[in-house]
T-cell receptor, first 114, second 115 residues
Framework: DGGITQSPKYLFRKEGQNVTLSCEQNLNHDAMYWYRQDPGQGLRLIYYSQIVNDFQKGDIAEGYSVSREKKESFPLTVTSAQKNPTAFYLC?????????????FGSGTQLSVL | GNSVTQMEGPVTLSEEAFLTINCTYTATGYPSLFWYVQYPGEGLQLLLKATKADDKGSNKGFEATYRKETTSFHLEKGSVQVSDSAVYFCALSPPGSGNTGKLIFGQGTTLQVKP
């Protein structure tokens, strides 16, 4: 079945540690996105990529980094510079034709600070 | 700027009750509008969409009409089921954002349906 796979489902970060969240898709989509979800708030865009080896900052990119070396993969690193990393992280992808009309989401990673 | 405001939750209904979840937006120009649903422990799924004024999006018994004059996109369902219990997000695609999936989301409204 085609879809988006995020791993791990739960992740814990220690102070000063960088952690990486995995996102893989087999939908042959060109564009991929990372959103952050906080309780009682909407989703906010962290980074997005429309093509391999290129990505753009979203609304809350500070403290995060990404790479897009393969079409299928868009890992997100939460660095020690992100002072409030506890949140639910959602990866999404879309085709390039009228991409805004439908995003496909993964099942998310819950990141917590120890 | 662009923003989406949804009614506060949680919304608790009995099975077969009528559902309305209010959503209003602020945007320059004419955004596309969406409702996404998030079931427990899962990612978001597109429920319905409308891309221009007066369009009605519908899916699985849910409906929403793009009202430009009131800048609203309220979600309705005539008879809810327990399986509709989820978090519902209203979202817009800002005009001028190009062919990207950069969406602006509301804060989400939790719906609980009791048997």
């Amino acid at each position: 079945d085609g879809g988006i796979t995020q791993s791990p489902k739960y992740l814990f970060r220690k102070e000063g540690q960088n952690v990486t969240l995995s996102c893989e898709q087999n939908l042959n989509h060109d564009a991929m996105y990372w959103y952050r979800q906080d309780p009682g708030q909407g989703l906010r865009l962290i980074y997005y990529s429309q093509i391999v080896n290129d990505f753009q900052k979203g609304d809350i990119a500070e403290g995060y980094s990404v790479s897009r070396e393969k079409k299928e993969s868009f890992p997100l690193t939460v660095t020690s510079a992100q002072k409030n990393p506890t949140a639910f992280y959602l990866c999404a992808s879309s085709g390039m034709d009228r991409a805004y009309e439908k995003l496909f989401f993964g099942s998310g990673t819950q990141l917590s600070v120890l | 700027g662009n923003s989406v405001t949804q009614m506060e939750g949680p919304v608790t209904l009995s099975e077969e009750a009528f559902l309305t979840i209010n959503c209003t937006y602020t945007a320059t120009g004419y955004p596309s509008l969406f409702w996404y649903v998030q079931y427990p422990g899962e990612g978001l799924q597109l429920l319905l969409k409308a891309t221009k004024a007066d369009d009605k999006g519908s899916n699985k018994g849910f409906e929403a009409t793009y009202r430009k004059e009131t800048t609203s996109f309220h979600l309705e369902k005539g008879s809810v089921q327990v399986s509709d219990s989820a978090v519902y997000f209203c979202a817009l695609s800002p005009p001028g954002s190009g062919n990207t999936g950069k969406l602006i989301f509301g804060q989400g409204t939790t719906l609980q349906v009791k048997p």
